[in-house]
């Protein structure tokens, strides 16, 4: 019993589609962290908090580590946004970052990329590299198996 027209073939279409969707959200997560860090406005903010996020019962990883980040912009507005880990260390409550944000959306646009902290940089390019790399191989597999190669 086939439960997918075209079997096997649509199988690899339909997952190397999903894997390729995600790859292109991580890279345009990439490319928003590395515009904000070249041409986004800084200001000196901190680390306001670590906390533990319980993601629900039947998931993996269950608890995931959340940073808060805080800083004031020049006209005095306190923003406070959440990132993800900015290294394999992360950073202690209290302890200065840079923070790279669009002054028109500063708490929707900001990051604490840059020097000394690359993980929100980091972690986007290696899931759109991964990602994109295992769609490819899928989509590739769909080709071969349709016989169009």
């Given amino acids: 019993m086939q439960i997918?027209?075209?079997?096997?073939?649509?199988?690899?279409?339909?997952?190397?589609?999903?894997?390729?969707?995600?790859?292109?959200?991580?890279?345009?997560?990439l490319r928003r962290v590395l515009r904000l860090v070249r041409h986004g406005?800084?200001?000196?903010?901190?680390?306001?908090?670590?906390?533990?996020?319980?993601?629900?019962?039947g998931m993996e990883n269950?608890?995931?580590?959340?940073?808060?980040?805080?800083?004031?912009t020049p006209d005095g507005r306190d923003i406070e946004f959440t990132?993800?880990?900015?290294?394999?260390?992360?950073?202690?409550p209290g302890a200065p970052v840079r923070v790279s944000y669009d002054p028109s959306a500063p708490s929707r646009h900001a990051t604490v990329a840059g020097p000394?902290?690359?993980?929100p940089a980091l972690l986007p390019a290696a899931f759109a590299t991964g990602l994109g790399v295992f769609a490819l191989g899928l989509?590739?597999?769909?080709?071969?198996?349709?016989?169009?190669?």
């Fill in 139 to 149: 989509l590739y597999g769909f080709v071969a198996v349709r016989g169009w190669v």
């Fill in 116 to 119: 000394g902290a690359w993980g």
């Fill in 62 to 72: 269950r608890y995931a580590t959340e940073y808060v980040f805080t800083f004031r």
């Fill in 41 to 57: 406005e800084h200001a000196e903010g901190r680390c306001a908090e670590r906390r533990t996020v319980d993601r629900g019962p």
């Fill in 83 to 92: 990132d993800t880990a900015p290294g394999p260390f992360g950073f202690q």
């Fill in 4 to 29: 997918l027209p075209g079997g096997g073939a649509t199988l690899l279409l339909l997952l190397g589609l999903l894997f390729g969707a995600f790859a292109v959200r991580s890279a345009l997560r």
